[in-house]
């Protein structure tokens, strides 16, 4: 059994200024999407759309506003909205945790949108671009859960060699954010990433995140301490998992779509060749008559 190192979630103290270990924890996850971006439009699929370092850095810009509002109103209508209107200075104080990952990727998605528009890029290939890169700093943002002994996990046997013993708590728990930190983060990143390394249709890569997402965050939720629980028909599940299940259901349905539907992404310029290369051949045939 192992005991909470339970760190000081201050890391860097200088007079009246204090840097956060959770806010640390984001920048780290804002710098993984910017080296992993780098990585991703040297991929030949994604190089042949256009993408640039200036899209990945404005795209970022545009992200953080999504994450950090997003993930704070997620926080405090999803999950605490009885504390937070008790206490609504408290919505500002983000450094001592509490961002709800689906307000944040709602958040997320609604700033890709305005960024679309002004960039005059497809929303689809837009998600599709951006949902390998997320799954590292959502692991990021566990790690600051974790720092700042939050998200504690339900009762652990003792005899389980990981099993924790939580700060203000007496019985050993399940490290919770640990498991997210590894199965919703870490695992959902290998999956995504070697699957987005190959060409797919439109809107493939960001239905598959939200899918698989849905399913990681669903199982691991088993292991939290719920926020709060519902009941449908005898059936209790966590907030995190109702708020999942939309996920499961949404992304499975467009990862369908997509294939069914939908041709695999192709650059103007790809598809001014193909265009050229078929009026050439007909030109061929038809000279041959």
């Known amino acids: 059994m192992l005991i909470h ?17 959770y806010g640390l924890m984001y920048l780290v996850a804002f710098a993984q999407f ?16 256009g993408w640039t370092k200036e899209d990945i850095d404005d795209m970022l810009f545009y992200g953080v506003l999504g994450v950090i509002l997003g993930g704070r109103l997620g926080e405090v209508v999803f ?12 919505i500002f ?13 709602i958040g997320v998605m609604i700033a890709m949108y305005l960024w679309a528009r002004k ?29 700042n002994h939050e998200l ?25 954010p640990i498991y997210q930190a590894l199965v919703d983060g870490v695992l959902l990143f290998i999956i995504l990433w070697l699957f987005s390394r190959k ?20 199982f691991t939720e088993y292991f939290r301490t719920p926020d709060y629980e519902v009941s449908f028909s ?7 998992q109702m708020l999942s299940l939309p996920m499961i259901l949404v992304g499975g349905l467009l990862l369908i779509w997509a294939y069914r539907k939908q041709p695999i992404n192709q650059s103007p310029e790809i598809e001014h060749k193909n265009t050229t290369a078929r009026k050439k051949n007909s030109k061929k045939q038809n000279s041959r008559k």
Request: proline content about 9%.
């Open 5 to 21: 190192p339970n760190p000081d979630p201050v890391a860097i103290k200088i007079g009246f200024l204090s840097i956060h270990w």
């Open 34 to 49: 910017v080296a992993l971006g780098r990585i991703r439009i040297r991929q030949t699929h994604i190089a042949a759309l």
């Open 79 to 90: 999950y605490q909205l009885p504390h937070f209107m008790a206490n609504p200075l408290e």
């Open 93 to 105: 104080a983000v450094w001592k945790g509490g961002m709800s990952f689906h307000g944040g990727l």
């Open 119 to 147: 960039a005059k890029r497809n929303l689809a290939d837009v998600y599709d671009f951006i949902a390998p890169l997320v799954p590292l700093g959502y692991a990021a943002g566990r790690i600051g859960n974790f720092i």
């Open 152 to 176: 504690p996990g339900r009762v652990a046997s003792a005899d389980l060699p990981w099993a924790m013993i939580w700060p203000g708590l007496d019985h050993p728990v399940h490290p919770s």
């Open 199 to 218: 060409e797919r249709p439109r809107l493939a890569v960001g239905a598959m995140f939200v899918t698989l997402y849905g399913c990681a965050r669903f």
């Open 234 to 240: 005898g059936l209790t599940i966590s907030a995190g």
